[in-house]
């Protein structure tokens, strides 16, 4: 699937700047096994890169100028230092491309001026991170044509803050870590907190089994004030209970901070992610001993979670995890940010995933909902230099 996108990337170079670009830089989209809304409650998280990736095909150019070509809109746009001098002065989906120039040169790097061209395989608006993708390949590419000393570990708290400062979505460090340090056949353990992560072993395969990711294809709804409301709650309550963050409510200390805590809307949230950092730990703890199959009921505990307490799903998204068990999988969930976006389904096998995929179209058709699209993945590595 990648060589695809990097061709398309590398054509769109040639089209846009008569030329063959420098090099391409592939970032992958990501699909969040478990823990959700963990992240900025300096939580725990467990994504895995997929095989959907955004690829930045890149030169350099004189002057301290950017130019952005995108496949998505036919559309190219250039910027200088001026305009990414403060956050707001390029706006859209360059902002994401300016965001990385932006972060890197207020982080003291010297930033070269480039020429881009972005092609992507991951859908918008799914939940499986476009943007971190995008930042993630924009970011490499720059930092291997500038020479930049910026480590791996360094990466994702700058693409992160590019997010954050400069676009103005008030993410946590999730989306950008795995996009830029996950391995193949692994799940990225992120302790959010110290930013400390441990590769788990998560071969599917090797399990005989395969990973179902259902796009709903349901509008989002309301879901950056919605997002921003749920975050403002959560550290609410934790000034509430004298916390750093919920991540330092245990679930045996659960039940005496909500009723701390002075109304019921806050408890649903504390509840949720509390104990959904537990079940981040109950799944890594099944991964470790092999057991991927036994984490099917942590999956679908967790969607329950977010439905009635987090209250971040829409009636697309639960018809499709209902769907989705009724036919067999394992487990099933939401995966990102709420409001829409894709549905994980564990399963037996290919097979199974087309089974389970067809019942949820099944369903969907009978409520009068959009077709949903569907894809079968596998874990994949994070941010890379193709050639």
Known sequence: MTDDVAARATAGFRSAYGAQP?????????????????DYNDGFVLPFALSLRTVAAAATQPGGTWTVWSELTGETVSFGAAEVAAPGRVTGWAAYVAGVVWALREAGHAVPGARLAIASDVPLGSGLSSSAALESAVLAALVDLGGLDLPAERRPRLAQRA????????????DQSAAIRCRAGHALFLDCRDESVEHIP???????????VVDSRAPH???DGEYAARRKSCEHAAEQLG???????????????????????????????VTEDQRVLDTVALLRAGRIREIGPLLTASHASMRDDFEITVPEIDTAVEAALAAGALGARMT????????????????????????????????????PGHVTVLPGPGATRLD
């Open 163 to 174: 997010e954050n400062a400069y676009v103005g979505a008030p993410t946590g460090i999730m």
């Open 202 to 212: 998560f071969d599917l395969d090797a399990a005989g089994l395969a990973m179902l």
């Open 221 to 223: 709804r309301h879901a």
């Open 336 to 371: 990102g940010g709420g409001f829409g976006g894709c549905v994980l389904a564990l399963v037996d096998d290919a097979a199974a995933a087309e089974a389970v995929a067809a019942a949820v179209t099944a369903a969907y058709a009978e409520r009068g909902f959009t077709a």
């Open 243 to 273: 916390v750093p963050a919920l991540r330092d409510v245990s679930v045996a200390d659960l039940d005496g901070a909500l009723a701390r805590l002075d109304d019921d809307e806050t408890r649903r949230r504390v509840r949720h992610v």
């Open 22 to 38: 420098a090099g391409r830089w592939a970032a992958p989209g990501r699909a969040n096994l478990i823990g959700e809304h963990t």
